[in-house]
């Protein structure tokens, strides 16, 4: 069973910046689609981007287009999310989450597509 653990949350003002970090132990990620979601209070996680095992370009949501960089690490079986210029609304718990498919194809940002997850890392970006 593959265990996901993400880490590099925390504390940031607006404009800044974080990078996540997302281990996986037990099984390797590198033949999987792996994703990237957070989770607002009260709501459902929302897809924010993910990133096929194959080469086709990875998806990410228009909230953070051009903002945002997901990468991977098959030899460190890790995956990364880069957050540049930080908005309050980014404001979530973030997770990692693996998909049983070697592309993620359309359904690149749905939460239904993805089976194992991590537990979560808070994000929080103050004014």
């Known amino acids: 069973q593959l265990r996901l653990t993400e880490s590099g949350g925390g504390l940031v003002q607006a404009g800044g910046a974080l990078r996540l970090s997302c281990v996986g132990t037990l099984y390797a990620i590198s033949p999987f689609c792996m994703g990237w979601f957070r989770q607002f209070p009260g709501k459902e996680r929302e897809g924010v981007a993910s990133?096929?095992?194959?080469?086709?370009?990875?998806n990410y949501a228009d909230s953070v287009k051009g903002r945002f960089a997901i990468s991977r690490d098959n030899a460190a079986n890790t995956i990364y999310l880069q957050m540049n210029n930080l908005k309050p609304e980014d404001t979530a718990v973030y997770y990692c989450?693996?998909?049983?498919?070697?592309?993620?194809?359309?359904?690149?940002?749905?939460?239904?597509?993805?089976?194992?997850w991590g537990q979560g890392t808070q994000v929080t970006v103050s004014l």
């Open positions: 989450a693996r998909r049983q498919s070697t592309g993620c194809g359309g359904a690149g940002l749905n939460a239904d597509a993805f089976d194992s």
């Open positions: 990133i096929a095992a194959v080469s086709e370009p990875p």
